[in-house]
T-cell receptor, first 110, second 115 residues
Framework: KQEVTQIPAALSVPEGENLVLNCSFTDSAIYNLQWFRQDPGKGLTSLLLIQSSQREQTSGRLNASLDKSSGRSTLYIAASQPGDSATYLC?????????FGTGTSLTVIP | SAVISQKPSRDICQRGTSLTIQCQVDSQVTMMFWYRQQPGQSLTLIATANQGSEATYESGFVIDKFPISRPNLTFSTLTVSNMSPEDSSIYLCSGGGQGSGTEAFFGQGTRLTVV
């Protein structure tokens, strides 16, 4: 069974810093990997989708990479802002199901 | 990507009652899923909602407690039956098809509190 792990579980940084969130998965047979943002008590907002054949995707200040063979993905956030404070989740799509990581709770301090 | 409208967004319910959560997608989707997210936890898959047939439940979840309907490719409901305080969670529906380019998208979530 696919297992998805995110490190660190929580992260606190001053405004303006660049940061990296990590996601690892145990089975490389995936269709794609997706990063989400979740604000407290809310649903999930999709940030980036990386297909299995891709190495990275960029959207604004966000850059996500995928190394399928090693079972790893990173989400890079440049020039962090207080509005980036949220929980970030990664999910892998095996074709039949999505498996979610445990999340990284990010706090950006003004 | 498609948009899911989920309702209610939140509810406070009495122990022993049932609540039905609805999700409406603005386009047809092959697969829909229902998740539970307990406080401070990640998402746990309850079941895959299959169009025109019984839902496929994950270990630990049963149809009598969480009956699911999916009458067509744009709509699904989840009922939380005979609720207890342990059912207090955020419930999320999700859509996403099979294939490498298919993105998962979510409803806004239902925050359920059972008293």
């Amino acid at each position: 069974k696919q297992e998805v792990t995110q490190i660190p579980a929580a992260l606190s940084v001053p405004e303006g810093e660049n940061l990296v969130l990590n996601c690892s998965f145990t089975d490389s047979a995936i269709y794609n990997l997706q990063w989400f943002r979740q604000d407290p008590g809310k649903g999930l907002t999709s940030l980036l989708l990386i297909q299995s054949s891709q190495r990275e995707q960029t959207s604004g200040r966000l850059n996500a990479s995928l190394d399928k063979s090693s079972g790893r993905s990173t989400l890079y956030i440049a020039a962090s802002q207080p509005g980036d404070s949220a929980t970030y989740l990664c999910a892998v799509n095996t074709g039949n199901q999505f498996y979610f990581g445990t999340g990284t709770s990010l706090t950006v301090i003004p | 990507s498609a948009v899911i409208s989920q309702k209610p967004s939140r509810d406070i319910c009495q122990r022993g009652t049932s609540l039905t959560i609805q999700c409406q997608v603005d386009s047809q989707v092959t697969m829909m899923f229902w998740y539970r997210q307990q406080p401070g936890q990640s998402l746990t898959l309850i079941a895959t909602a299959n169009q025109g047939s019984e839902a496929t439940y994950e270990s630990g979840f049963v149809i009598d407690k969480f009956p699911i309907s999916r009458p067509n490719l744009t709509f699904s409901t989840l009922t939380v039956s005979n609720m207890s305080p342990e059912d207090s969670s955020i419930y999320l529906c999700s859509g996403g098809g099979q294939g490498s380019g298919t993105e998962a998208f979510f409803g806004q979530g239902t925050r359920l509190t059972v008293v």
